[in-house]
């Protein structure tokens, strides 16, 4: 086929998903990235490019990245979405790796099942998770705490440990451990210096894909946590929603998307490093 | 024989603190005694031929998580039959809560809206998702991945912002510009669902594309078949099954989200998950439980079908 046919055909195929996305995904951030740099409205939403009337703030401003950068608090409340992101992976990786490491284990006719028992939970709604929680953790005078926080992100983010992790596990090959054996390591041995760092790389992508979320969730601090508990996905909806200043929850969005970047960056770093260490 | 009755042991500490729950919203009496039997097994465990006992604590931490992911869901559904206001103590069975859920008019449109969008959502992002996952396969190109994927693997709070200013300062002026009304509605739902169910019927349909052999393309092209005949006749009967079972993903993704909804819906439109954050906001009564359950059966019977008919899907979406 020559070329040039290929091209169009190329542009029939991918070209309406490509344009989709671009204008209701690309375009959408980058309008987000300009909002950051704007007023506030005066009733809240974004103040105008161009002046409407005399008078009008209007125009370009870094005053949001100012207020950021100037008051303590937020770097703090930043610092707190990392802590509980750090505590949910943490949580979730001791959690995750026997579950991970049993399945990968099992005899293969059982492991479809095993993960789909791990997948099955999620066919219940997000909030109804959270939900469960309310009441479990009511009678217990354990509700509206940091505890009940990191519960509820653990409960949600859970299987996405599992799943990568034992995807990482299945593939190792049990000469390894064999082998182990017979040169006498024991159990441990054989677990920490042959299955541990082979490893690795699952540990980092499950690492990513519970890591990234938590920073950004806010129904579960609001439900289940107390006013301290809030973290940045909290503050972004609030400026959103609640003081709808704008500019502010754009400039805080941004934010995420950068610790989000280099979240991703440092995962995906460590992984590669891991796997060309084994 | 002892590691089995170890395991037995610990099965029945998880089912007595189930049942310490139901009792009387945890009954620390119960509970004490769950956690006995459960470190009991533990102990056991311990005292266990040196030789297995690895494979044994496998097997007890395993059982544990999969205790902690189902227990809180089982407690929704019990509650959801439970004959009192409360989701503290068992009183009594009834079917009254679901009989409520069936004569509430808000819940009922919500639920409505709730199909409606996961309808629209799901079939256009199926046809766009298979066209990306084609083209994604066919072509390799750059930066259709990167915009296929990153509205998936993103903290759904940005995708949920970000549109929201871009529909009421982009979209509605522009729009407004040329005579046309546009506000926050089912449609601007339905386009933000798009965005991310893409990604998701683009995963399948690429991994599907991805298992088969090359040659029966290039056979059909050989044969004289144009692209669109190579695709109605060779391609699209080969991906079928992941075309659908990317489609039920996609309605599963649609009529399960939230965050995303809460930011484009405006105050009009109600979705049944923005009416179960609001009901659990507002005032807990064992109907959030029962609209819960049938929710759950819902997805539930979604999510066993895609897998049915794409039996690698849950490799690909682990990958």
Not at chain 1, 13 to 27: I, R
Not at chain 2, 209 to 225: K, Q, T
Request: proline fraction near 5%; include cysteine.
């Amino acid at each position: 086929m020559a070329p040039r046919s290929q091209r169009t055909l190329k542009w029939l195929v991918g070209g309406p998903p490509f344009l989709f996305l671009v204008v209701f995904f690309l375009l959408p951030a980058l309008i987000m990235v300009v909002a950051s740099f704007r007023y506030p409205g005066e009733f809240g939403g974004l103040a105008p490019l161009l002046p409407a009337r005399p008078g009008e703030e209007s125009g370009l401003t870094a005053e949001s990245y100012t207020v950021f950068f100037g008051d303590r608090v937020y770097a703090e409340i930043f610092a707190k979405s990392f802590g509980v992101a750090a505590l949910t992976t943490l949580v979730c990786l001791v959690m995750a790796y026997p579950v991970a490491l049993l399945i990968a284990r099992s005899p293969k006719r059982h492991r479809d099942l095993m993960v789909l028992l791990v997948v099955l939970p999620f066919a219940s709604n997000f909030l109804v998770r959270v939900y469960a929680w309310m009441i479990i953790l009511g009678p217990f005078d354990l509700l509206f705490s940091r505890f009940a926080v990191i519960v509820g992100m653990v409960y949600v983010n859970l299987p996405f440990m599992i799943l990568p992790l034992y995807t990482n596990l299945e593939k190792h090959d049990p000469a390894l451990l064999d082998a182990a054996q017979d040169l006498g390591a024991g159990a441990w041995q054989r677990f920490w210096r042959v299955t541990f760092p082979l490893s690795l790389p699952g540990m980092f992508s499950g690492a990513a894909l519970v890591f990234i979320p938590v920073l950004g969730m806010f129904a579960i601090p609001e439900i289940l946590g107390g006013k301290d508990d809030w973290i940045v996905g909290n503050m972004i909806k609030e400026s959103f929603l609640g003081t709808r200043d704008w500019p502010f929850g754009s400039m805080l969005s941004l934010m995420l998307t950068v610790a989000v970047l280099a979240v991703a960056g440092a995962t995906s770093w460590l992984a590669g490093r891991s796997l060309r260490r084994a | 024989m002892r590691a089995r009755l170890a395991l037995l042991l610990e099965g029945l500490g998880i089912a007595v603190l189930f049942a310490s729950f139901l009792a009387s919203g945890g009954k620390y009496v119960l509970a004490g005694a769950a956690l006995a039997l459960i470190a009991g097994a533990g102990l056991l465990g311990a005292l266990r031929a040196r030789r297995e006992r690895a494979n044994f604590w496998l097997w007890y931490a395993s059982l544990l998580v999969y205790a902690f992911l189902y227990i809180p869901l089982v407690i929704v559904v019990i509650f959801s039959f439970n004959d009192s206001k409360l989701n503290a103590e068992w009183v009594g069975f009834t079917t009254g809560w679901y009989g409520r859920l069936f004569a509430d008019e808000a819940m009922l449109q919500a639920a409505l809206n709730s199909v409606l969008i996961a309808c629209a959502a799901a079939a256009i992002a199926t046809v766009l998702g298979t066209m990306a996952g084609i083209a994604m396969h066919r072509f390799r190109p750059r930066i259709l991945p990167f915009l296929v994927f990153t509205p998936v693997a993103m903290p759904e709070i940005l995708l949920g912002v970000s549109l929201l200013i871009f529909f009421l300062n982009a979209a509605q002026p522009l729009l407004g510009a040329v005579g046309i009304e546009f506000g926050l509605g089912l449609a601007t739902v339905v386009i933000a669902h798009v965005t991310f169910c893409i990604g998701f019927v683009a995963i399948i349909v690429r991994a599907r594309l991805a298992g088969m052999d090359e040659s029966v393309f290039e056979a059909a092209r050989d044969l004289g078949a144009s692209p669109w005949q190579t695709f109605r006749l060779v391609t699209l009967p080969l991906i079928l099954p992941g075309v659908v079972a990317g489609a039920l993903m996609a309605f599963t993704m649609s009529i399960d989200d939230f965050v995303i909804t809460f930011f484009a819906s405006g105050v009009g439109t109600r979705t049944l998950p923005l009416q179960i954050y609001t009901m659990i906001k507002v005032a807990v009564t064992p109907e959030v439980n029962a609209i819960s359950a049938l929710l759950m059966a819902l997805t539930l019977g979604l999510i066993v079908l895609a897998s049915k008919l794409a039996p690698d899907l849950m490799r690909a979406g682990a990958e």
